[in-house]
């Protein structure tokens, strides 16, 4: 008889070029996800993606997953993550990022995370 051993498949997350290197940095060490396809959850392993250019350029692990609509989010949700200059600039921001419509009532997947290791 034949075994096949069936490795799952990690998830990933793509960012931004530029979000690439505060990321590495420590700098950024949550993330928001909407409409989350992936079921991420505490206790994840997850490859970092470029989004520009398709590369790893790290792994880390989910410390912490908190949902809540965009209305909800507060001072302290910032930390670890970019701001920005008002609740319109944001929902636009995650609209162009997802291609459809954000606004208050959109849930946010807020997601601690610590890196493992990356590349070089």
Known sequence: ATFRVII????TLKFTEN?????????????????DDKNLQEGDEIDF?????AEKFAHAYITK????????????????????DSNEQMYKTYS?????????????KIIWFEL?????
């Open 8 to 11: 799952p498949s990690m998830k």
């Open 19 to 35: 979000l690439v290197p505060l990321v590495l940095s420590g700098k950024k060490y949550t993330t928001w996800r909407l409409f």
């Open 49 to 53: 993606v470029n989004a520009s250019t």
């Open 65 to 84: 997953v908190i949902e809540k609509p965009m209305s909800d989010v507060k001072d302290e949700d910032f930390e670890g993550h970019e701001k920005y």
């Open 96 to 108: 162009d990022y997802y291609h459809q419509p954000v606004g208050p009532d959109t849930v946010v």
């Open 116 to 120: 493992i290791d990356h590349a070089k």
